[in-house]
């Protein structure tokens, strides 16, 4: 089924004029992310800096552990994947569908080197949680001060 977008009444040609350049310029800007436009890029990340690890959190709803691929090369850990359509919805007759699906690819650059043979991840409940253990040269020493 194909959305259809919103169409107005207009009164007068000049604002027709001015709403088909609204849209135009919306459905330019549609494709790419931005926090002014109130898009931002998908999946939402976080990322903690810790003492021994960095770990990075992913919102990842409706997507299975098979369907997420992550990789790591020099300082920058690459997400990325596919959120399947479920058949469920091909076949019913929606409103309003507001549901992203299709591949998806976050590169993140990680703020210290990691130890690649160690990285673990779990994904549950819609989060994907990757903890990266720093590498032995970047993690934090104390010094002692003698006096």
Not at 81 to 91: A, I, M, Y
Not at 100 to 105: D, E, M, Q, T, V
Request: glycine share 6%; with cysteine.
């Amino acid at each position: 089924m194909a959305l259809l977008p919103t169409t107005r009444r207009e009164r007068n040609e000049l604002t027709r004029f001015h709403n088909d350049i609204d849209d135009l310029f919306n459905s330019f800007l549609n494709g790419f992310d931005s926090p002014l436009l109130g898009r931002r890029a998908w999946p939402a990340i976080d990322v903690a800096d810790q003492d021994t690890a960095v770990v990075v959190r992913a919102e990842v709803p409706g997507c299975q552990s098979g369907d997420i691929d992550i990789s790591i090369h020099n300082d920058v850990l690459t997400i990325s994947g596919e959120k399947k359509e479920t058949k469920e919805h091909k076949d019913k007759g929606f409103f309003h569908v507001e549901s992203a699906y299709g591949a998806f690819r976050r590169d993140v650059r990680l703020p210290s080197d990691v130890d690649s043979e160690k990285v673990e991840a779990v994904c549950e409940n819609g989060v994907l949680t990757i903890t990266l253990p720093k590498a032995e040269k970047a993690k934090p020493i104390k010094v002692q001060v003698k006096g």
